[in-house]
Each structure stands twice: as C-alpha cells, then as structure tokens.
C-alpha cells in the first residue's frame, strides 16, 4: 500500500491550495483519513483528521480556514487549505489507518511572499 500526496506548492500569504492523497494497492476498511504537518524544526502535529462517517476534528491553529474531505469509493482524502499563512508552511503529510497507520512521503506547502 501507497499513499501518494499531492498538490503542494509556494503560494503567497492569504491564498489558498487543495491538497490530495490517494492511496494504491490493496487497502480495505479504512477508518480515519487525516493529515498531519511538520515545520523545520518542529514536532510533527495533527492538522485535521476526518472518519469512514464523516465527523471530522481541526487543530485550533486551522479551524476555519482548512477542510478536510474524503472519498472513500476513491480510497482519497482531501485537504482544503484557504487564508494561508506563513506559519502554514510545513511539509504536510497524508495518513490512513485501517488495522496499521500507513503515511504519505509528505508534500512541501510555503506560505511566502
């Protein structure tokens, strides 16, 4: 199993991305979609994370200004970024747990002017 995240790039302050990951190969049941951030020298966080059903939860820092979404026909997870800022700028990883967590490699997102 893959997941393979996309949709990453330099966008200036107050402007927006679409983020995507797709998961490939024999994948069943998944549970929880999310994606978490790591900034340079900081600890890896949650960003966002949405269930088979639909109820989703936000780091406070997001709330508002990301959404989360997923198609689980497509086994594919969105993430909705609008108003970034420069402390958005993280390389953004993509996760899906069924019985094992498995992990995007990570897409850079920079938030710059």
């Known amino acids: 199993v893959q997941l393979q995240a996309s949709g990453g790039g330099l966008v200036r302050p107050g402007g927006s991305l679409r983020l995507s990951c797709a998961a490939s190969?024999?994948?069943?049941?998944?549970?929880?979609m999310g994606w978490y951030r790591q900034a340079p020298g900081k600890q890896r966080e949650l960003v966002a994370i949405?269930?088979?059903?639909?109820?989703?939860n936000y780091a406070d820092s997001v709330k508002g200004r990301f959404t989360i979404s997923r198609d689980n026909a497509k086994n594919t997870v969105y993430l909705q970024m609008s108003s970034l800022k420069a402390e958005d700028t993280a390389v953004y990883y993509c996760?899906?747990?069924?019985?094992?967590?498995?992990w995007g490699q990570g897409t850079l997102v920079t938030v710059s002017s």
């Open positions: 996760t899906m747990v069924t019985h094992i967590q498995y």
């Open positions: 190969g024999s994948i069943f049941s998944i549970n929880a």
């Open positions: 949405i269930s088979r059903g639909g109820s989703t």
